[in-house]
């Protein structure tokens, strides 16, 4: 079981920034990926970047330049840097635990352990 907390939504401008927290609690896997989705009303829940255990990232194609994902080991913590925000980026934010797997394709189903989401809403 792996607990996840995450922080830092809130509500900015188009072209604005915002930095999203995710506290996870203890855990020692060999392998896994901590990533972040997203899901607005009415859509699927959408991969939005992952890190796996050796510091390799991924980024769905719409994020990459924009997105920044880190973890800090030290602290349990995952973020997310979004920078250059548009409108379509308003969602609601999860981060989620992958053991034992890669974060190859960001897909949600295979994500065990989730957070209780943190809202992003970007105005025009």
């Known amino acids: 079981q792996v607990d996840l907390v995450e922080s830092g939504g809130g509500s900015v401008q188009a072209d604005g920034s915002l930095r999203l927290s995710c506290r996870t609690s203890?855990?020692?896997?060999?392998?896994?990926?901590l990533g972040w989705f997203r899901q607005t009303p009415g859509k699927g829940r959408e991969g939005v970047a992952g890190?796996?255990?050796?510091?390799?990232?991924s980024y769905a194609d719409s994020m990459k330049g924009r997105f920044t994902i880190w973890k800090d080991n030290a602290k349990n913590t995952l973020y997310l840097q979004m920078n250059n925000l548009k409108p379509e980026d308003s969602a609601t934010y999860y981060c989620?635990?992958?053991?034992?797997?890669?974060?190859?394709?960001?897909?949600?189903?295979?994500?065990?352990?989730w957070g209780q989401g943190t809202q992003v809403t970007v105005s025009s």
């Open positions: 890190i796996e255990r050796d510091g390799s990232t």
């Open positions: 989620a635990f992958r053991p034992f797997g890669s974060c190859y394709g960001l897909r949600w189903e295979f994500f065990d352990f």
């Open positions: 203890e855990y020692t896997y060999s392998k896994y990926c």
